[in-house]
């Protein structure tokens, strides 16, 4: 029900737009998450987007480089990547939330998401 993509193989300081499109119900009610997962970690929490977009939340490492924002009449969420960098290699994925705060952090951990996309691979070269 959740699709990302948009991944691929890039040079460190180049840009990527990961997209996450959702299917089969609409998640506008929903708030989203983008999380990552290189090999042999943990999956982290990359942005995160309340359902209105009135509250967005970022990982440190990647906070003013990333951009995560929604469009809930296409039902899609979208993360500009810009400046990469090869720690940003990672399998990304993105999920869905029914919890309901107004303020994004609280969706900065893996647990209270309902759904999730299958995953996309990021690639930075050095």
């Known amino acids: 029900q959740l699709q990302a993509s948009g991944g691929g193989l890039v040079q460190a300081g180049g840009s990527l737009r990961l997209s996450c499109a959702a299917s089969?119900?609409?998640?506008?009610?929903?708030?989203m998450g983008w999380f990552r997962q290189a090999p042999g970690k943990e999956r982290d929490v990359v942005a995160a987007i309340t359902w209105s977009g009135g509250s967005t939340y970022y990982a440190d490492s990647v906070k003013g480089r990333f951009t995560i924002s929604r469009d809930n009449v296409k039902n899609t969420v979208t993360l500009q990547m810009n400046s990469l960098k090869p720690e940003d290699t990672a399998v990304y994925y993105c999920?869905?939330?029914?919890?309901?705060?107004?303020?994004?952090?609280?969706?900065?951990?893996?647990?209270?998401?309902?759904?999730w996309g299958q995953g996309t691979l990021v690639t930075v070269s050095s």
């Open positions: 089969g119900r609409t998640f506008s009610s929903y708030a």
């Open positions: 999920a869905a939330s029914g919890r309901t705060y107004s303020n994004a952090y609280y969706y900065a951990r893996r647990e209270g998401y309902n759904y």
